[in-house]
């Protein structure tokens, strides 16, 4: 189909309205003509700014796991694994602010949206003191970490401290139903335990110098 010869919308409210309908309606109500409607355009004014509907989904997925994600200041130094973990929080957030849009992520996210900050990254270990030998152990393992551990959460629906595993009773999973019951900590606790242990973990097995973690 022919594009327009002049926009009548930008590509980032697109991106935005695109948001909002996935948000409020479901990921099942989105469509090119759903999408124009909210706009107040009609349908081939999208294809100004893109090729089809999977485009509009993967800068859905490019928006709520980038660039709406905060990234913490670098400070190199033994307390690394901080920035790892707040970054990895920031990313959670983003991702359970739009859990209706959790198929499109894992289906659309770009991979190149991770890799292509990973030079800065690296070159902040390296500034650390972490050897270039555990670098792609740090960042791939904190990618499948967050992401997987975020789009798992978001098809759940949200949970207290006692029901985090579903459906458990004293009667049929006593052992469970005592570990939830002396669970202390929330979903994020939960999260933010998960990163640091993992990183932690590397240093311990390389005996590479770091702060001590700070408390959950």
């Known amino acids: 189909m022919a594009r327009p010869s002049k926009p009548l919308i930008s590509r980032s409210a697109a991106v935005e309205a695109s948001i909002d309908i996935i948000d409020s309606e479901g990921l099942e109500a989105f469509s ?3 999408l124009a409607k909210h706009l107040g355009v009609r349908a081939p004014s999208l294809y100004h700014h893109f090729a089809d509907k999977n485009e509009i989904l993967t800068e859905v997925a490019r928006h709520i796991g980038g660039t709406a ?4 200041r670098r400070r190199p130094g033994p307390d ?3 920035f790892f973990v707040t970054l990895a929080v920031n990313f959670r957030q983003s991702i359970l602010r739009h859990r209706n849009a959790a198929p499109v992520l894992l289906e659309h996210l770009p991979r190149e ?3 292509s900050t990973y030079e800065e990254t690296s070159r902040f270990l390296t500034e650390s003191g972490v050897p270039s030998r555990l670098h792609v152990q740090i960042l791939d393992g904190m990618e499948k970490i967050a992401l997987g551990a975020a789009l798992i959460e978001a098809t759940r629906p949200a949970s207290s401290r006692s029901t985090i595993f579903p459906n458990v009773t ?3 999973q006593p052992e469970l139903a005592a570990a939830l019951a002396a669970n202390e900590l929330t979903q994020k606790q939960l ?7 993992f990183l932690h973990g590397i240093i311990a097995d390389n005996d590479l110098d770091a702060a001590p973690s700070m408390a959950v």
Do not use: I, N
């Open 32 to 34: 090119l003509p759903r």
């Open 170 to 172: 004293e009667d049929s």
């Open 80 to 82: 690394w694994p901080e």
């Open 191 to 197: 999260f933010e335990a998960m990163v640091r242990s």
């Open 69 to 72: 994600v905060r990234s913490p």
């Open 113 to 115: 949206l991770f890799s």
